[in-house]
């Protein structure tokens, strides 16, 4: 049987492939690509894939490996790429995750605003992998589904 992964979902420059480093305890050099990443934990997801809608195929393809889904927004830039009800395509549980969360205070309810309008349910999870605030309360979440080694 093949390894449900977590799927990384979010816009450029939000933080996917940090937070992937991190659920996968990669502590080696960060490295940009267009590429969809399968890790020991994650699949990183390239932004391309939501921010140009008829790409959306591919990443609904892609969430057939997956567990579940985090779904990223960026506190220090809310421009909104997902489509309206985007987190209802998939068939796994999809989860909430404000990035940067140390940045621009005043985006925090822009932020949970554009996660309920993606059709994202609470809890979300305001993290930092910068300071690592809400980085372990993400992978006690994660464990609780199974989806990481305790």
Not at 10 to 23: D, E, I, Q, W, Y
Not at 74 to 89: K, L, M, T, W
Request: net charge positive.
């Amino acid at each position: 049987m093949k390894k449900k992964r977590i799927m990384i979902i979010g816009a450029r420059n939000c933080g996917k492939t940090s937070l992937a480093n991190v659920l996968n305890d990669y502590r080696g050099d960060l490295r940009k690509t267009q590429d969809t990443i399968f890790s020991k934990n994650t699949i990183d997801v390239p932004s391309a894939y939501i921010e140009i809608p008829w790409m959306y195929m591919h990443t609904i393809a892609l969430s057939q490996d997956a567990g579940c889904i985090l779904l990223m927004v960026d506190q220090s830039n809310c421009s909104e790429v997902y489509s309206p009800g985007f987190a209802r395509i998939f068939k796994c549980p999809v989860t909430g995750v404000i990035s940067k969360c140390d940045k621009n205070m005043k985006n925090k309810n822009l932020c949970e605003k554009q996660l309920r309008a993606i059709g994202v349910e609470e809890p979300y999870f305001r993290i930092s992998t910068k300071s690592g605030e809400g980085i372990q309360a993400l992978k006690d979440y994660l464990k609780a589904w199974n989806m990481l080694s305790v």
